[in-house]
């Protein structure tokens, strides 16, 4: 059930859409609108928040009572929006302010379509992170920065299996999601960057023999995964490596935020990460972004909003509370965490930012439903060759 938290008048303003209420999402929203209403306490705004977003977004729309601006996955999520021409065009925001200069490649384009923008992105989490305790990987005789592919990972996990009495690496395999995560991240390291763009670019079945060797990769950490793989949730999997169940954990960054609040769990001390095996120097991204509607009562509100959402005393607040770091580069991370201090650097320094598929940046909705639907029948059935045409059929799909 939809709800305001604050309502907008006739007379125009800014409504914002949204499903981040509770937790570091609610407190990253409460501080940016704070900073926004600081900055133009002469500007209405009100936001509103249901959990079935896109559902409400695409209702409102078809009624032809489109909220101004809404949050969600920019990239190929968005695609279906873009067709129907019904997303603004936030150029202006950014060719007439600093953004364009103080984004990277990846969240600039990440943001268009046909060369024109369409979403602010607001913040960055990275998916293509390997954690790992510190203990158990010197105790294993690991070096996880010397692993250099996830076939080498593999391997470091089959020798652990076989040599001590330790989990190599925790797998949560309850939702598909965190299955193609892992298959994505796989594909990423082994295949490098252009092969991962070209499958998610619709070219899947040219890589059709890529696609199920990464299959295989993951069928392999699965082998030595602990025996209640399939009935793992992610914020079970997470506690358990915070606990010393494993030696290593795959994740996005997001994982972290259980770590830095465990006491006596230090980072750099008793925990660390490394990029996934061949993915060093690459920034896999999962982001939020602000969209608005082409058609609005308030244009000049709304693109106050949206440049105050790209600014980097939005992005700050928001990002500090979220446990995410800002897509702008000149942000001031001094007050974050260390380890998204770690993460700001190594996104500056990063040569690409992938998109995610997992997390509809890299793939439109329609083929994530296909990709998560081949996950589940992967654990399921561990058939290396049917996922693989059902990992391609879904890639070729036509909306």
């Known amino acids: ?14 409504e914002l859409l949204h499903r981040l209420v509770g937790g570091d999402g609610g407190a990253a929203l409460d501080a940016l609108l704070e900073g926004f209403r600081q900055r133009h306490p002469d500007v209405s705004l009100g936001d509103v928040t249901d959990e079935n977003l896109s559902l409400e977004v695409k209702s409102r729309i078809l009624k032809e009572e489109p909220p101004d601006v809404w949050i969600e996955w920019p990239g190929k999520n968005l695609q279906p929006y873009d067709d129907a021409n019904v997303l603004g065009d936030a150029s202006d925001v950014w060719t007439s302010s600093d953004m364009e200069a103080n984004y990277l490649d990846g969240p600039r384009e990440a943001a268009k379509f046909d060369g024109t923008y369409r979403a602010v992105p607001l913040n960055i989490h990275r998916t293509n992170n390997l954690f790992y305790n510190v203990d158990h990987a010197r105790a294993a005789g690991v070096d996880p920065s010397g692993l250099d592919s996830p076939r080498a990972l593999a391997d470091a996990l089959e020798r652990i299996d076989s040599e001590t009495e330790r989990v190599g690496m925790l797998l949560p395999m309850k939702n598909p999601w965190t299955v193609l995560q892992l298959f994505e991240t796989v594909l990423l390291g082994e295949y490098g960057h252009d092969t991962y763009v070209g499958i998610t670019d619709d070219s899947a079945a040219a890589h059709r023999r890529e696609i199920a060797e990464a299959l295989e990769i993951v069928e392999r950490y699965g082998d030595v995964a602990t025996d209640d793989k399939l009935y793992t949730a992610l914020t079970d999997a997470n506690e358990r490596f915070v606990d010393g169940e494993s030696v290593f954990f795959h994740q996005g960054d997001w994982a972290a935020g259980a770590y830095t609040e465990s006491p006596g769990f230090d980072y750099g001390d008793d925990w660390d990460h490394v990029p996934f095996p061949g993915t060093e120097g690459l920034y896999a991204m999962n982001m939020d972004a602000v969209v608005a509607a082409a ?26 509370k979220k446990g995410s770091i800002p897509p702008r580069t000149d942000v001031d991370t001094s007050t974050f965490t ?43 059935e561990w058939d290396v060759e049917a996922t693989a045409d059902e990992v391609i059929a879904a890639f070729d799909a036509r909306a």
Do not use: C, W
């Open 1 to 14: 059930m939809a709800h305001s938290s604050t309502a907008v008048g006739d007379a125009g303003g800014v």
């Open 338 to 380: 260390p380890f998204l201090q770690d993460q700001q650097d190594a996104f500056q320094r990063s040569r690409a930012q992938p998109l995610s598929i997992t997390h509809g940046l890299g793939v439109r909705p329609d083929q994530l439903i296909g990709l998560k639907t081949a996950m589940s029948s992967f654990v399921a």
């Open 295 to 320: 058609v609005t009562d308030d244009p000049d509100a709304v693109e106050t909003f949206l440049r105050y959402a790209g600014s980097a005393d939005g992005q700050r607040r928001f990002n500090q």
